[in-house]
């Protein structure tokens, strides 16, 4: 009985090691192959490089030459910005703005200047098109916001103004310069 548990025991660990052997073997061979990649890809740019003509280098190889570096775009000024207020008293901005897709590397500052205050003060900063902020002070009346965007060393135009006001005149809440929703 001993032999015959021994006989199993062997016969099931066989498969998996012929598995971990095969998957080393594999390892090797792609490792192998990608450093051969990148030695033939060495040996073709010190080629090319050295040619005076390398419209005939491109043509030879029957590949288009690689298109001029163009820079990317400013995004675009924010535009269409809704105001939505939550229920903890924050603000919370959303706009649109061309070129502003998060993988694009763009940016949005925002500013508040808080009713009272002489200037804008950059409150954070996002990716996206949306940003929330709870840094104003309970009882404040009102705040302006400006928001602009920015990738690398390019900023975009900055917003139109958007002016929220809370509880002034018995009016309740008003906005001016966007669109105003209340979070739900």
């Keep these: 009985m001993t032999n015959a548990a021994r006989?199993?025991?062997?016969?099931?660990q066989n498969p998996s090691n012929a598995a971990n052997a095969a998957t080393v073997?594999?390892?090797?061979?792609?490792?192998?192959a990608r450093l051969n990649a990148t030695d033939l890809i060495?040996?073709?740019?010190?080629?090319v490089e050295q040619q005076a003509n390398?419209?005939?280098?491109y043509a030879t190889a029957q590949i288009p030459p690689p298109a001029a570096p163009t820079s990317t775009p400013a995004p675009g000024k924010p535009t269409d910005m809704t105001v939505g207020l939550e229920p903890s008293g924050a603000i919370t901005l959303r706009w649109k703005a061309t070129n502003a897709a998060p993988n694009a590397g763009t940016f949005f500052s925002i500013k508040p200047k808080q009713s009272g205050e002489p200037a804008f003060v950059l409150v954070g900063s996002t990716g996206?098109?949306?940003f929330t902020d709870d840094t104003l002070t309970q009882g404040t009346p009102g705040a302006t916001y400006i928001i602009s965007g920015q990738r690398g060393e390019v900023t975009a135009a900055a917003s139109e103004q958007v002016r929220v006001q809370f509880g002034v005149g018995g009016g309740g809440a008003s906005v001016t310069g966007a669109t105003?929703?209340?979070?739900?």
């Design 7 to 12: 006989s199993a025991v062997d016969g099931a």
């Design 25 to 32: 073997t594999q390892d090797v061979a792609l490792n192998n």
């Design 42 to 47: 060495r040996v073709i740019t010190g080629v």
């Design 54 to 57: 390398l419209a005939t280098v």
């Design 128 to 130: 996206g098109t949306t």
């Design 180 to 184: 105003m929703k209340l979070a739900s």
